[in-house]
């Protein structure tokens, strides 16, 4: 009885003390980092057929610890995407540079999925315009 009155207290005592090493700045550990974008949408406008167009996404680490991007994957081959290989400092800015090359014509709207180094933080991105007709 003794042993586990003595255990109970000591459980009782040092919770506390898990909450407080569970945790980073005041930021629950589960907590993901989300990216801050400028914008996650670019409209191209009108564009020509087989003249590439490029478009920049710039985010913003807003956390405590690096962000890394992961991967980046293009809704099709028409679609390329450039992005940072080394980590993002907290506090910095980074580039998705996203280069659509139109095979064919009229409207398209593209998606490009950024994943980060924790998991379940993507962002999908979104380009689109309209391929005029030759004629």
């Given at each position: 009885m003794r042993k586990t009155m003595i255990l109970s207290t000591l459980l009782v005592l040092l919770y506390p003390c898990t909450m407080l090493f569970g945790q980073q700045a005041g930021k629950d550990v589960n907590e993901q980092p989300?990216?801050?974008?400028?914008?996650?949408?670019?409209?191209?406008?009108?564009?020509?057929?087989?003249?590439?167009?490029?478009?920049?996404?710039?985010?913003?680490?807003?956390?405590?610890?690096?962000?890394?991007?992961?991967?980046?994957?293009?809704?099709?081959?028409?679609?390329?995407a450039g992005y940072p290989k080394n980590p993002v400092k907290p506090g910095e800015s980074a580039k998705i540079v996203v280069t659509y090359n139109a095979k064919g014509s009229g409207y398209f709207k593209k998606t490009v999925r950024v994943n980060f180094n924790k998991a379940g933080t993507t962002t999908t991105l979104f380009i689109e315009g309209i391929v005029k007709t030759e004629g």
């Open positions: 989300v990216p801050e974008w400028e914008g996650t949408i670019h409209n191209f406008g009108e564009i020509t057929r087989n003249n590439p167009v490029k478009a920049e996404f710039t985010f913003k680490n807003p956390t405590m610890d690096p962000l890394v991007v992961t991967s980046v994957t293009t809704s099709c081959g028409c679609t390329v």
